[in-house]
């Protein structure tokens, strides 16, 4: 794991979700219907949002579980507050996480 936090408010700033490399799969789709089950039946969210439920935050989790994604678009860690607020431009990889694995 790498040391960005694998928080509900790191889910929550994480731009993933409005990404168009993950914005077409069906299988990122059903991961966020799950999650918002999960938080709209306010249960202890952060206790059940494993990184295998969580299409996002790859910058920690890695690799993407969903392999219907489409790597050829355009990343938008860049503008995410937590590839900023941590300098993620500096790690290896800087950007797709979710095709080349965590922030190390
Ligand atoms: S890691 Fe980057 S490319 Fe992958 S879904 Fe998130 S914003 Fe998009
Ligand atoms: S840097 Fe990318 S993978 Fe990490 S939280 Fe931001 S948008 Fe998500």
């Known amino acids: ?50 990184a295998e439920r969580v299409p996002g935050v790859y910058c920690t989790t890695g690799e993407a579980i969903c392999k219907d994604i489409d790597t050829k678009k355009v990343c938008k860690c860049n503008e995410c507050y937590i590839w900023k607020e941590y300098g993620l431009k500096d790690f290896s990889p800087g950007r797709y996480f979710c095709r080349d694995g965590e922030a190390i």
């Not at 889910?11 to 999650?35: G, H, P």
């Open 1 to 50: 794991m790498s040391k960005i936090d694998f928080s509900m408010e790191n889910i929550n700033q994480c731009l993933c979700s409005k990404c168009a490399v993950q914005i077409e799969s069906q299988c990122v789709k059903d991961k966020q219907k799950i999650m918002l089950l999960i938080t709209q039946q306010d249960l202890d969210s952060p206790m059940r949002m494993d």
